[in-house]
T-cell receptor, first 113, second 112 residues
Framework: DMKVTQMPRYLIKRMGENVLLECGQD?????MYWYRQDPGLGLQLIYISYDVDSNSEGDIPKGYRVSRKKREHFSLILDSAKTNQTSVYFC????????????FGKGTRLTVV | GDSVTQTEGQVALSEEDFLTIHCNYS??????LFWYVQYPGEGPQFLFR?????EKGSSRGFEATYNKEATSFHLQKASVQESDSAVYYCALSVSGSWQLIFGSGTQLTVMP
């Protein structure tokens, strides 16, 4: 069963708290992604990971960092969350070629108050 | 940088209407082009792709043709159903980097 699993699905944090969003995939995909989705903006790439400990910034990396210590897991960390980081975050994975399908998780809705 | 433009933010149709959602792109090189669909509470799902000029991608009655000259990849369906109501995203894959760049999305609402 090909799946990308995100935990938690919903999260409320206070401004200044640290946030950890976790993602796993069971397809042995090399490439994993973190996107955020905001109304009117679509999906914006935060980070891309090409394999364990091989991560690159996407279009909006400021305020975020990532960790990938195992191929099947990819974490997104917000150190000292800000209210403008309230969003829906999607993790995704792919085989990692230019025209391959990207598989998405169901998303984590993060609210920073 | 590379980008994707979807001009319609929202489209409202009745069942059996013809659908067109416009997608234009700007990219260096020769990107692969994609359509994804997102239902409420779900992540985007791959619909289909096209990788070269004049190639047609299709799935579930939806289709789009890669037009390199016009830098377009417009989504069409001859007869929409209520179950097609969703957000549709056009995307391109940046050549050599495996990054997927999305347009802003189009909310399709089909009324019975």
């Amino acid at each position: 069963d090909m799946k990308v699993t995100q935990m938690p699905r919903y999260l409320i944090k206070r401004m200044g708290e640290n946030v950890l969003l976790e993602c796993g995939q069971d397809m042995s995909h090399e490439t994993m992604y973190w996107y955020r989705q905001d109304p009117g903006l679509g999906l914006q790439l935060i980070y891309i990971s090409y394999d364990v400990d091989s991560n690159s910034e996407g279009d909006i990396p400021k305020g975020y960092r990532v960790s990938r210590k195992k191929r099947e897991h990819f974490s997104l960390i917000l150190d000292s969350a800000k209210t403008n980081q309230t969003s829906v975050y999607f993790c995704a994975s792919s085989l990692g070629t230019d025209n391959t399908e990207v598989f998405f998780g169901k998303g984590t809705r993060l609210t920073v108050v | 940088g590379d980008s994707v433009t979807q001009t319609e933010g929202q489209v409202a149709l009745s069942e059996e209407d013809f659908l067109t959602i416009h997608c234009n792109y700007s990219a260096s090189g020769y990107p692969a082009l994609f359509w994804y669909v997102q239902y409420p509470g779900e992540g985007p799902q791959f619909l289909f792709r096209a990788s070269r000029d004049k190639e047609k991608g299709s799935s579930r009655g939806f289709e789009a043709t890669y037009n390199k000259e016009a830098t377009s990849f417009h989504l069409q369906k001859a007869s929409v159903q209520e179950s097609d109501s969703a957000v549709y995203y056009c995307a391109l894959s940046v050549s050599g980097s495996w990054q997927l760049i999305f347009g802003s999305g189009t909310q399709l609402t089909v009324m019975p």
